[in-house]
């Protein structure tokens, strides 16, 4: 290998699946390979729904053992989850799942100290009822938060266990709704105000930073040869995936596609009025100090259940079928919470066209049309509130991450939106880790940089939109009448 080109090891966690991937990065090259994949099953037991952290924790060591010598390591995750250490750095149980019931009617309870409005302006956090700040007032009378001496948030508590050395990554602390985006550190008085430790926490550390040595016993699992260095990267995978959008300039919006749809702006400063709060528009922080405004969207969690309750038909079929199903005949609304929760998806998308008064779809191909169209009218519905609440204005839309491989749904949004959709690279979220890990080795320069380098070397493919606009702005309004 050239010593102008270095591997690296993105560990990259999904809500269903994990993998490890191996980036080769040189001043003009960027090649991605794949060297473990393997599933994420949380487990229903009898308190609640958990991920299996541990196994989890095995397929990163299988990954990492799979990928060969690697000249760093960087780890990016779902965000909000975490895991508690007692004082012996041991871990009290698995993490609770962000579907878990547990946080049913707490952000009510909060809410009663400290009114969502003040909330917003002090954390510019959209409302989810799965936000750390509610799952640790969920946890309050529990034992194990009362055991514990440290949270580490998901890829956090892996790096840990690979390391020994803690670290609160800061993309994905600000999920946690303690974070004030303005000056990037923690929200002191509000975390004083409802009752929560901050010292539970370990110190902040940003994208680039170092997170500690591969441990000895890890390399020896591994078969890596050391010193092999951790690289904090932007560890919530959506600041990953940010981090690669192929964009040039400024005026873009993007939607990281996956289970969740993330649509939104990449800004210098947070928007933390009334009016994006009623929005329910999220500050998250990103790379270099940018602010993540966006959106969280049920995304292709609507279909992928439904794929699950039909008995895993073939995909590719299903979209084929999809795409000769007429458009717009009904449409639901992707972000309501009605379809956060796993099960009976196909009954509960018929049930909201039922309620609303529109046609029922009935096969699964008029289900998933439904889907796909209520998607791709939530993309243009956020892109265009935001470009106003930011006063922020689009060119062109990216779309990145798993959803890049479904072509209805990109060319429907780009319909949607009419505005023209760069779809790629599928990987962003590894891509956006691997990067920042070499940028922290002197390979690549700026954001500037790095997203020409995306442009140069992954695959792209552009939408330009079509259709009837009008159609998409009458099913916006039946939806909101509705």
Not at 180 to 192: G, K, V
Not at 251 to 262: D, E, K, Q, V
Request: hydrophobic content about 45%; some cysteine; overall charge negative.
């Amino acid at each position: 290998m050239s010593e102008h080109v270095k591997s690296f090891a993105a560990v990259d966690l999904g809500a269903s699946s994990g993998r490890v991937m191996v980036g080769r990065v040189g001043p003009e090259s960027l090649e991605l390979t794949e060297a473990h994949r393997f599933p994420n099953r949380p487990v229903r037991v009898p308190e609640g729904l958990r991920w299996d952290i541990l196994s989890l924790y095995a397929g990163v060591l299988d990954g990492l053992r799979a990928a060969r010598q690697v000249d760093s390591v960087g780890i990016d995750s779902w965000a909000v989850d975490y895991g508690l250490l007692d004082a012996d750095g041991a871990l009290l149980g698995n993490p609770v799942h962000y579907r878990d019931a547990r946080t049913e009617g707490v952000a009510e309870k909060v809410w009663a100290t400290v009114p969502a409005a003040e909330l917003y302006a002090a954390t510019g956090l959209q409302y989810a009822p799965f936000n750390t700040l509610y799952q640790l007032t969920a946890a309050r009378s529990t034992a194990q938060l009362a055991a514990a001496e440290r949270l580490l948030l998901v890829p956090d508590l892996l790096a840990y266990w690979l390391t020994g050395v803690a670290g609160t990554e800061i993309t994905n602390a600000s999920t946690t709704q303690l974070i004030d985006p303005r000056t990037r550190d923690w929200s002191h008085d509000l975390a004083d105000r409802l009752g929560i430790d901050l010292t539970l926490f370990a110190p902040l550390r940003q994208p680039g930073d170092p997170a500690g040595l591969l441990l000895p016993r890890v390399l020896e699992e591994t078969g890596l040869r050391g010193p092999v260095p951790v690289t904090t990267v932007g560890s919530h995978d959506t600041a990953s995936a940010v981090a690669a959008v192929p964009a040039a300039g400024q005026r873009f919006a993007y939607i990281c596609t996956g289970t969740w749809s993330l649509a939104g702006l990449e800004l210098e400063r947070p928007v933390l009025t009334e009016a994006s709060r009623a929005a329910n528009f999220t500050n998250e922080l990103g790379l270099d100090g940018t602010v993540r405004y966006l959106r969280n969207i049920m995304g292709l969690w609507l279909l992928q259940e439904c794929v699950r309750e039909w008995g895993q038909p073939d995909l590719g079929e299903l979209l084929r079928a999809a795409a000769e199903v007429p458009a717009l005949r009904s449409v639901v609304d992707a972000g309501d919470a009605t379809f956060l929760a796993p099960g009976r998806m196909p009954d509960r998308i018929t049930d909201a066209c039922r309620e609303s008064g529109q046609p029922v779809p009935e096969s699964r191909a008029e289900i998933t049309r439904c889907i796909l169209d209520s998607l791709a009218l939530a993309h243009r519905r956020a892109i265009r509130e935001a470009e106003a609440l930011a006063d922020h204005p689009v060119d062109v839309v990216h779309i990145v991450g798993g959803g890049t491989r479904n072509e209805l749904l990109c060319q429907l949004t780009a319909d949607a939106c009419g505005l023209p959709v760069v779809a790629g690279p599928a990987e962003a979220a590894a891509l956006g880790n691997v990067l920042v890990q070499a940028r922290a080795h002197g390979l690549v320069g700026d954001r500037t940089s790095m997203r020409r380098l995306l442009a140069r070397t992954q695959p792209l493919r552009r939408y330009e939109p079509r259709g009837d606009a009008a159609a998409w702005r009458a099913a916006q309004d039946r939806l909101t009448r509705g």
